[in-house]
């Protein structure tokens, strides 16, 4: 099996998994069975992140055709919600399951609702960070670059829901999506965690040097941030607050590659964390898990 398709497996497969651990009251009146037949529009693929509305509502996700779809639940099923290219077509993009096209109709990664003013911030890697509205259609560029170096991987995103302060990350300065297997076979170090002021509108860049920079996560009382590195096999904390301000230490060393990061109601975070690969994008192994870890980086479940 390629890294290609087996990334295509883990998206499915995590697709479930994370909504019933990091959104237990979504399913704590339905049966694991009934749930499991929440499934996609035929057609699509690549779910990425999974987030619910000020109004909880939903949930939504991107997918890898460049679109954010809506759960209008199961007599509606999923709805079209937003894009982020001015350049989509439903000719050229709709149904699209690899990368081919993805610079023209977009690639929707990191998704998070400003639950007091609605508006959903979006990561797209070959766009930036945008915002759409409660209403959804075409999302607003906020923002493509920083520093003088332009975002070309933004990946996931996170927001501090007292301040509306967005946290975002940029996987690699040297690859696009579409390179990403030689992101991770090269080594690559050059992804970054940023944050975004609403009011000045301006980035500022927190890490640097960063090993495949992926999921993002404030903690819940907001003294620091997680970041995924997936190519070095573990969980970053960047201090925000307290004597360790704009510091980082290692949260958690991993067996495997860790992708998306959520925090629960708890404070506890969820990891989707896939299988190491070898030098020719083969998977060591077959398995993929998600592990839960408290405010100090225990694993408490696998």
């Not at 339905?30 to 996609?40: F, H, I, K, P, T």
């Not at 300065?173 to 579409?178: E, Q, S």
């Amino acid at each position: 099996m390629t890294k290609s398709a087996f990334s295509s497996l883990i998206s499915f497969a995590v697709f479930p998994l994370i909504v019933m651990w990091v959104f237990p009251q979504l399913v704590s009146s339905v049966s694991r069975r009934q749930y499991d037949q929440l499934e996609l529009p035929s057609g699509t693929y690549g779910p990425e992140t999974l987030v619910f509305d000020c109004d909880g509502e939903g949930p939504y996700t991107g997918v890898s055709d460049g679109r954010i779809l809506k759960w209008h639940g199961s007599e509606v099923g999923w709805k079209d919600f937003a894009v982020t290219s001015p350049l989509r077509t439903s000719r050229l993009c709709d149904g699209l399951s690899d990368t081919s096209a993805e610079h023209v109709c977009g690639r929707p990664l990191g998704l998070k609702f400003n639950q007091a003013t609605c508006d959903l911030y979006i990561a797209d890697a070959y766009f930036g960070l945008l915002v759409v509205g409660r209403k959804g259609g075409l999302a607003r560029q906020l923002a493509t670059s920083a520093e003088g170096i332009p975002f070309l991987f933004a990946n996931a995103v996170d927001i501090d829901q007292k301040t509306g302060t967005v946290y975002f990350t940029d996987t690699s300065t040297r690859f696009r999506r579409w390179e990403f297997g030689i992101a991770m076979e090269s080594g690559d170090n050059t992804g970054r965690l940023m944050r975004y002021d609403p009011k000045t509108k301006k980035v500022k860049v927190l890490l640097k040097h960063l090993f495949f920079a992926n999921g993002v996560a404030l903690s819940r009382n907001g003294s620091f941030l997680l970041v995924t590195e997936t190519n070095a096999n573990r969980v970053l904390r960047f201090w925000l607050e307290g004597p360790r301000s704009q510091t980082r230490d290692v949260f958690a060393k991993l067996d495997g590659c860790p992708d998306n990061i959520e925090r629960n109601p708890k404070g506890e975070f969820w990891v989707a964390q896939n299988p190491k690969f070898d030098s020719i994008g083969t998977p060591l192994q077959t398995n993929i898990s998600a592990l839960k870890l408290d405010e100090e980086g225990k694993v408490l479940r696998v």
